[in-house]
């Protein structure tokens, strides 16, 4: 039973426009919010994260939203350049009542179209 | 700075085997986290550890086992290999202390390739 969902397998984007990634979870114990980069024969790299007290968190080009009534989050690249082109991976966390893990989505695959 | 190492970067074994895979954490962390990544699929956590013990475990068979040495590096042991554990083998580093403030962000290693035949 997956608790993170990223039913976007893939996503095509043209350089300069906005992309948009969407991720939905299901545990509602989960109160933090992180998404991870990849690329091919690299492992994820943390790119941004939100805590369940906020609605939305910016860095750069980067900007997480997090809707909790939905239980839904979303990345926005915002402009998308061809750099950006990986694996996208959303990830989620309990409260951390000792060592709790990271929940991951299956990913989506980014491809930025210059 | 040394970021989290992983050896080797690429392994084929045939079922039946025992495979051992070695991390070294990021320098000034001392936990250690490893995850499968299934062909398609998003990591999947196996276990962590935390001065030299397992402090949390997945939903992973007992066929996979771990260590961490004192200098905080970590071994994953996986005995009688299934065809279903060719997957990317990633381990993570972070610092316990971070955690306490639930942001803790976890540095992967680029991971072990398993294939196993």
């Known amino acids: 039973d997956q608790q993170v969902k990223q039913n976007s397998p893939s996503l095509s984007v043209q350089e300069g426009r906005i992309s948009i990634l969407n991720c939905d979870y299901t545990?509602?114990?989960?109160?933090?919010f992180l998404w991870y980069k990849k690329y091919p024969a690299e492992g994820p790299t943390f790119l941004i994260s939100i805590s369940s007290i906020k609605d939305k968190n910016e860095d750069g080009r980067f900007t997480v939203f997090l809707n909790k009534s939905a239980k839904h989050l979303s990345l926005h690249i915002v402009p998308s350049q061809p750099g950006d082109s990986a694996v996208y991976f959303c990830a989620a966390r309990e409260k951390d009542s000792g060592n709790t893990p990271l929940v991951f989505g299956k990913g989506t695959r980014l491809s930025v179209i210059a | 700075d040394a970021g989290v190492t992983q050896s080797p970067t690429h392994l084929i074994k045939t079922r039946g085997q025992q495979v051992t895979l070695r991390c070294s954490p990021k320098?000034?962390?001392?936990?250690v986290s490893w995850y499968q990544q299934a062909l398609g699929q998003g990591p999947q956590f196996i276990f962590q550890?935390?001065?030299?013990?397992?402090?949390q475990r997945g939903n992973f068979p007992d066929r996979f086992s771990g260590h961490q040495f004192p200098n905080y590096s970590s071994e994953l042991n996986v005995n009688a290999l299934l065809l279903g554990d060719s997957a990317l083998y990633l381990c993570?580093?972070?610092?316990?202390?971070?955690?306490?403030?639930?942001?803790?962000?976890?540095?992967f290693g680029s991971g072990t390739q398993l294939s196993v035949l």
């Open positions: 320098s000034g962390h001392d936990t």
């Open positions: 545990n509602s114990m989960f109160d933090y």
């Open positions: 993570a580093s972070s610092f316990f202390r971070d955690r306490r403030a639930t942001n803790e962000k976890l540095f």
């Open positions: 550890y935390y001065e030299e013990e397992e402090r």
